[in-house]
């Protein structure tokens, strides 16, 4: 078994989403209108500018937080979630240490949003695991596709926890 392996798994973007990207895209072009019409009419309209600009950037904002692809990083001591966004920015999920795991099986049990960490296509998809550790005093649940190699890798890492 080797100590540093690393799988990546692409997540599809949602609809909420590229919905959200379009309705961003539509209030700046919006808001740029209200440019003209304040500069035309009457200052007041640049209020309104500000309003579309703001929420159009918000709206952009989320959108470029979403993940599309989710690696996974493991060592004998930790799993690391590393969540890439849609301009390719990348970011520390989860660092998980080997020690704060309780369990390790395929996923059992309705996909909860508060306590679950989804780092995966769909909750509901074939092969789908669970993590469940101990963070901040609480029980969590991290949700995650493994290849088999990778499983093999925790299960053996968890044995050896359990038995040293």
């Known amino acids: 078994m080797t100590d540093q392996y690393v799988q990546s798994i692409d997540v599809e ?3 909420a989403a590229k919905y959200m990207q379009w309705a961003g895209i539509v209030l700046i072009l919006a808001s ?3 440019i003209l019409l304040s500069a035309f009419y009457s200052w007041w309209f640049t209020f ?3 309003a579309l600009m703001t929420a159009g950037g918000v709206l952009l904002h989320f959108y470029n937080k979403t993940a599309k692809e989710y690696t996974y990083e493991f060592s004998r001591s930790r799993l690391r979630i590393i969540a890439k966004d849609v301009v390719n920015r990348q970011r520390v999920y989860l660092d998980l240490m080997w020690k704060d795991v309780k369990s390790f099986e395929i996923m059992t049990g309705a996909y909860d949003e508060k306590r679950d960490l989804l780092c ?4 509901y998809d074939v092969g789908v695991c669970q993590i469940v550790f101990r963070a901040d005093n609480q029980t969590r649940r991290l949700l995650f596709v493994p ?7 925790v299960k053996e890492t968890l044995k050896e926890q359990s038995n040293g």
């Open 13 to 15: 973007v949602g609809k």
């Open 32 to 34: 740029l209108g209200f």
């Open 48 to 50: 309104g500018f500000v």
């Open 120 to 123: 995966a296509n769909k909750s």
């Open 147 to 153: 290849d088999e190699y990778m499983s093999a890798l």
